[in-house]
C-alpha cells in the first residue's frame, strides 16, 4: 500500500508566527487531497480540500504540486486554537464512490502565547 | 444534522477476550468505514462498505476481526480474540456523495 509522509513535529511556534507543513505521496495516481486536523483524544474533521491551483481559507493556505508529489499546508497569524494534528490525506480511488484515504502520521502544532 | 455515532466510548478487557463496537452513520450515507489508530500514528482503513456490501477489506486481520453491516445503515466491528497490539482508537467515519467522510468520536481500546 502507498505512504504518505509527514514530519511528525512538533512544531512550537509563537502566537502570531507562520508555519508551514509538508506532505509527499508515494502513489502517483492519487486523485484528491486533503488536510485534516485532530484534536488531542478527539476524531479527525476535515479542515480543508487541497486542488491543483492551491486554495486559501482564512489564514490557511494549501498547495499541491503533482509533478513532485507534495502538498503543503501555510498557517498565518497561529492562534492558540490552532494548536493540534495536522493530517495529510491522500484519496485513492478504488471501486467504490468515495475511494480510499490513506492518511499521514501527521504532524503536532503547539501555538504557545 | 446528527453526527457519526459510537459505541462504546471506552473499552478495557484482557487479551484473548472478544469485543464489538457499534457504529451508526449520518442518516443517507451510503459509505462507511472503520479505521484503527494506533498512538501516534495516522488513522488505517480497516475496511468499507457502500450500503451492505463490502468494498475494501485488504487491511483487515482478518483471522481475529469480522465487521458487518446487514441492513446497510449501521455496523460492528468485532475483534475476537484480541491481542495486546489491538489496544488503538477505533474510528467509524460515513460519507455521503462526493468525498468528503465524517468521523465519530472513537472507540478507545485498551488490552492489557
Known amino acids: 500500500r502507498k505512504e504518505v509522509e509527514q514530519d511528525p513535529g512538533p512544531f512550537n511556534v509563537p502566537e502570531g508566527a507562520t508555519v508551514a507543513f509538508n506532505c509527499t505521496y508515494s502513489n502517483s495516481a492519487s486523485q484528491s487531497f486533503f488536510w485534516y486536523r485532530q484534536d488531542c483524544r478527539k476524531e479527525p474533521k476535515l479542515l480543508m480540500s487541497?486542488?491543483?491551483s492551491g486554495n486559501e481559507d482564512g489564514r490557511f493556505t494549501a498547495q499541491l504540486n503533482r509533478a513532485s508529489q507534495y502538498i503543503s499546508l501555510l498557517i498565518r497569524d497561529s492562534k492558540l486554537s490552532d494548536s493540534a494534528t495536522y493530517l495529510c490525506v491522500v484519496n485513492e480511488l478504488s471501486g467504490g464512490s468515495q475511494g480510499n484515504l490513506i492518511f499521514g502520521k501527521g504532524t503536532k502544532l503547539s501555538v504557545k502565547p | 444534522e446528527a453526527g457519526v455515532a459510537q459505541s462504546p466510548r471506552y473499552k478495557i478487557i484482557e487479551k484473548r477476550q472478544s469485543v464489538a463496537f457499534w457504529c451508526n452513520p449520518i442518516?443517507?450515507?451510503?459509505?462507511l468505514y472503520w479505521y484503527q489508530q494506533i498512538l501516534g500514528q495516522g488513522p488505517k482503513l480497516l475496511i468499507q462498505?457502500?450500503?451492505?456490501?463490502?468494498?475494501?477489506d485488504s487491511q483487515l486481520p482478518k483471522d481475529r476481526f469480522s465487521a458487518e453491516r446487514l441492513k446497510g445503515v449501521d455496523s460492528t466491528l468485532k475483534i475476537q480474540p484480541a491481542k495486546l497490539e489491538d489496544s488503538a482508537v477505533y474510528l467509524c467515519?460515513?460519507?455521503?456523495?462526493?468525498?468528503?467522510?465524517?468521523f465519530g468520536p472513537g472507540t478507545r481500546l485498551l488490552v492489557l
Open positions: 487541497v486542488y491543483s
Open positions: 442518516s443517507g450515507h451510503a459509505t
Open positions: 462498505f457502500q450500503n451492505n456490501g463490502v468494498v475494501d
Open positions: 467515519a460515513s460519507g455521503g456523495w462526493g468525498e468528503t467522510q465524517y
